[in-house]
């Protein structure tokens, strides 16, 4: 099984001013990728709007995403409104407390997504997800917006971290058993372990960020995305850039 993880692409409305980038035609190179990829299921781990949810943004998003009629999961970023993303993309059922949070099986593997678009994992999602890793016993893979570590990016890392991380790792450092967690959010390329725990932060859709400098600044602006392949148990995984 193939999975393909496109994050941040931060989409602006029709004609806005994206930072000088064609966002919209970034996406539409990579739909093309993923066409030419053919994963059996897509995730899109946030970010999908510039600055703030948009359902004509989402609506715009979704169109494209019906067309290339692959199976895919959205979650919700930062610069997202999980309640405008679940009505546009038909994920009411997913919708807990107005937070897109929800479990299911993948060609065969345990997935979970969380949400973090208030810069936090709630305390009814940490209970939630310690319920849900107990009942599998064997890996588990994660999607979420913001990486639950730090990074050694220092911009983001002090900037705009997940604010509860000491919460979130006491659940994930002490479970028994490897859990692969997939984010976005850091527009930057890293894999971070702990134990059994790793995390991949995937590269954005829109430019990316210098991975030493204290403030901000633009690393490149090649499009990024990930491909992870699930086989005999294994779980691997590969950053391409457009
Ligand atoms: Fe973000």
């Excluded at 739909?31 to 703030?52: E, M, N, R, Y």
């Excluded at 107990?134 to 220092?154: L, T, Y």
Aim: contains cysteine; aromatic residues 10%; hydrophobic residues 35%.
């Amino acid at each position: 099984m193939k999975i393909v993880q496109i994050t941040d692409l931060h989409v602006g409305k029709e004609g806005e001013d994206t930072y000088g980038i064609d966002v919209r035609a970034n996406f539409l190179k990579v739909k093309q990728a993923i066409i030419q990829t053919q994963p059996d299921h897509l995730v899109l781990s946030g970010d999908l709007c510039f600055d703030i949810g948009d359902k004509t943004i989402y609506r715009w998003i979704k169109t494209h995403l019906d067309e290339i009629n692959i199976p895919y999961d959205v979650i919700s970023g930062n610069h997202d409104d999980p309640i405008m993303l679940a009505e546009v993309f038909g994920l009411k059922d997913q919708l807990n407390n107005n937070q897109l949070y929800f479990s299911k099986a993948i060609g065969g593997y345990p997935f979970l997504f969380l949400d973090t678009t208030t810069g936090v994992v709630s305390d009814e999602q940490l209970s939630w997800l310690k319920k849900e890793l107990k009942s599998h016993k064997r890996e588990v893979v994660i999607f979420m917006h913001h990486p639950p570590v730090k990074a050694g990016v220092p911009f983001m890392d002090v900037k705009y971290p997940l604010r509860n991380k000491p919460a979130i790792q006491e659940i994930l450092f002490n479970h028994p058993y490897p859990i692969s967690i997939f984010t976005g959010h850091y527009h930057v390329e890293k894999n971070i372990r702990h134990g059994n725990t790793i995390v991949h932060i995937t590269p954005s859709c829109f430019f990316q960020i210098d991975q030493k400098e204290p403030e901000f600044k633009v690393d490149h602006h090649r499009i990024g995305f990930r491909e992870i392949t699930f086989e005999n148990g294994t779980i691997m995984d590969t950053v391409k850039y457009l």
